[in-house]
């Protein structure tokens, strides 16, 4: 419960890469379900909207009935962002040709020589991919009726570490506690370390940046 409101019927979504939500009353989750267990396609990442719509039937729910919407991650990209391809040694490589080639240029010594517009093209084409998650989740949410509902995002390492603690402790602290979180990439950062205490201070100490 990130704002107080202790007994809101509340909708969380994890999007993208494995998109899930969890339908949560009154703090307690009554149920949490994925996309790909809905179209059967492994790690789907697009709008979990099957998912949605099973696991309310399955908990006794209207989609009316959700009073908030918490997304867990405060960055969200469209699924074309999760489009991945492996090679022969199972290492991701891009569907796109051109981004291929774009970033075998970075990765080699032209990149290393000259960085700056290889940063530059990245930053433009992340910042095009956000606005245009945006606009997608928007339109998602609306085609649910649910457009009128708050949405709160909740930053992406601390879901994890918040998962993470309260899986063992509960809501209560009875100790400071301290939490480390790695990650692939998640609103720009791959790692964190914070410290929880008793009081519900929660103080982020190190963290890395997630380049891609």
Known sequence: NFTGEAFMKVMSLHLGHNATVALAEGGDILGVLSQEK???????????????????TEVGWQIGDIQKVLIAS??????????YLYDSKNRIKNSSAL??????????????LFPYPFKLLRKVRVKNLISEGKTLLGKELAALKLGDVPVEHVEHHLCHARA????FTGSQLK?????????????????TVTKADTDGTWTRSAQTTANA
């Open 38 to 56: 809905c179209d059967n396609i492994k790690n789907s990442s697009i709008f979990p909207k099957d998912a949605i719509e099973y696991l309310c």
């Open 74 to 83: 405060n960055d969200v990209f469209p699924p074309q962002a999760y489009e």
């Open 99 to 112: 981004l291929g080639f774009v970033k075998n240029i970075r990765d080699g010594r032209l990149g290393r």
């Open 164 to 167: 993470a603690l309260h899986s």
């Open 175 to 191: 100790e400071p506690s301290l939490i480390f979180t790695l990650d692939g990439s998640g609103d720009g950062l791959c790692a």
